[in-house]
């Protein structure tokens, strides 16, 4: 990549000349005149001063064919050297955290069988971050669960999931005693559990954003939500202590079946949700102008493959 959009991307990333400077070890002339000639040559305004330091609509358009130009060159040569190597190379995989400690140990089992020398790493967050991080190529691939739209994915379907109430055996006799667990076990309405204290999701997470629409639709209000947490285990920690119920995606559920084999007395209730019809679709995406090598291409499938035989438990 040229050495001017180098440092138009720098000063776009710092929003700041000075900043830019420091990190390029030149002076601040040297970044202004970079900026200058590139306002030039494409007869443009990149950034505006006033009233503060900022990029301009067409300083936002460039910014994002540069960071597409700058993935696909990073990965060609990447690329290019692993097909020499063979079997060898190293990718960047994003994950929420549930389901890295749900999926990971049973793929890397199987993948470090064919790829012994291959280095993968793991950057946990939610699939917004993971797409931003995927545009600005610090990842090869991600996780995503309801990942956007964004032209610039290429995605590759994992499966459908769907959510479930979870509510721990004492919870669930303070509210309703025994009379109502069977007919639970097809089905609840979330309108029964509306004095129920719950823990919900962060309001930019992909779950917190389907079960918001599921309580609009139906107009249902959950009145006690004190915790609002990403990490669905610690949803699944407080409802094995009593204190809220919770919703997970049923591939989590996995987690609860194991609480309920080790603690008899101390059993979580696992229902579906009645007319829940807003699935929690999960894909692995990447860059659709970034081609994968054969290795990154087996780990999808060996990981769609394990997602699946957890949605069959």
């Known amino acids: 990549m040229k050495q001017n959009y180098k440092i138009f991307m720098l000063v776009a990333e710092e929003q700041s000349i ?61 690329n290019l050297k692993e097909i020499s190597e063979g079997k060898k190379g190293e990718f960047t995989v994003g994950i929420s955290t549930s389901r890295a400690q749900m999926i990971l140990p049973k793929v890397l089992k199987k993948y470090y069988e064919y790829f012994p020398d291959v280095k993968v790493s793991f950057y946990v967050n939610d699939t917004v971050i993971l797409e931003e991080h995927l545009l600005e190529g610090s990842v090869d691939l991600f996780l995503g669960i309801n990942t956007s739209q964004n032209s610039n994915f290429q995605f590759t379907p994992i499966v459908n999931d769907s959510m479930h109430l979870i509510i721990s055996k004492e919870l669930f006799q303070k509210y309703f005693g025994n009379k109502e667990l069977e007919k639970f076990k097809n089905g609840v309405d979330l309108t029964d559990f509306s004095e129920v204290p719950f823990s919900l999701y962060y309001e930019t997470g992909a779950l917190n954003l389907v079960i918001e629409q599921h309580l609009l639709t139906y107009g249902i209000k959950l009145k006690k939500t004190p915790y609002y947490i990403s990490d669905c285990d610690v949803h699944i920690l407080l409802c094995q ?54 290795y990154i291409k087996s780990f999808s499938e060996i990981l769609k493959s394990e997602a699946l035989k957890l949605m069959e438990i």
Not at 243 to 265: F, Q, Y
Request: net charge positive; hydrophobic share 35%; with cysteine.
């Open 241 to 294: 202590s009593g204190i809220t119920a919770g919703l997970i995606p049923k591939m989590l559920s996995v987690r609860v079946h194991e609480h309920n084999s080790m603690c008899k007395d101390n059993e979580i209730y696992i229902f579906p949700i009645k007319n829940f019809n807003y699935p929690l679709r999960m894909d692995l995406v990447h860059h659709k102008d970034v081609e994968l090598p054969f």
């Open 18 to 78: 000075s900043k830019a400077a420091e990190k390029a070890f030149v002076t601040q002339q040297c970044v202004s005149d970079h900026i200058k000639r590139l306002e030039k040559e494409f007869n443009v305004k990149l950034f505006e001063r006033k009233p503060y330091f900022h990029l301009t609509s067409t300083g936002e358009i460039m910014l994002k064919y540069l960071r597409n130009l700058n993935t696909i060159e990073n990965n060609m040569g990447k």
